[in-house]
């Protein structure tokens, strides 16, 4: 025989106890029992827990993989405007239409490609990074300047001996003087 309690409690309490306590295989003794013993003895029942720890920390790893992708994709962008309004040449006034026309066309086209991947769910930078880090392993452990091209060192080299031949620093090609015209 079990000894018989009695305890006060808030109405809204009781109200959850009495709708849990409805549920069949269950009871008011067998559901205050249970709150209890786990409230006495946590460590008990910590199957709950760990199933809780581990999806947040699943959901964590899935964070720090999405952050680091938008860090990609940021600086990825980034450098493609900078890089796209260094190199383009304003248009004559008589080619711009025609221009606007084609861009117009290209960007339908980039849209339908988008949704495309994104429907398949295919994820492009992942297979970019995945493709460049199997062909060259060592490319994002180089420690390159800003705006400097690939190569590491044998640039910096071919750089300094252009230098010491010429007595000047080679300066950007005639392309990357232009200035940027309307988009």
Do not use: C, W
Not at 9 to 16: E, F, I, K, L
Not at 45 to 60: E, P, W, Y
Not at 90 to 98: I, R, T, V, Y
């Amino acid at each position: 025989m079990k000894p018989k309690l009695s305890a006060y409690v808030s109405d809204s309490v009781s109200q959850r106890l009495e709708l849990a306590a409805k549920r069949p295989g269950t009871n008011k003794s067998a559901i205050v029992e249970a709150a209890l013993d786990r409230f006495l003895n946590p460590e008990r029942d910590t199957s709950g827990d760990a199933a809780l720890i581990r999806r947040l920390d699943r959901m964590s790893r899935q964070l720090d993989r999405i952050d680091g992708d938008l860090s990609v994709m940021a600086e990825t962008i980034a450098l493609f405007v900078r890089y796209y309004l260094t190199i383009t040449p304003p248009l004559p006034s008589g080619d711009q239409e025609a221009a606007r026309a084609l861009g117009r066309e290209r960007f339908e086209m980039f849209v339908a490609q988008v949704g495309k991947r994104v429907a398949s769910g295919s994820r492009l930078v992942a297979d970019v990074m995945e493709r460049v880090s199997t062909s060259k392993p060592d490319l994002f452990t180089r420690h390159i300047e800003e705006g400097a091209p690939l190569g590491g060192a044998e640039n910096a080299e071919t750089r300094s001996r252009s230098q010491d031949a010429t007595g000047e620093q080679p300066g950007p090609s005639p392309a990357g003087r232009e200035e940027v015209g309307n988009v």
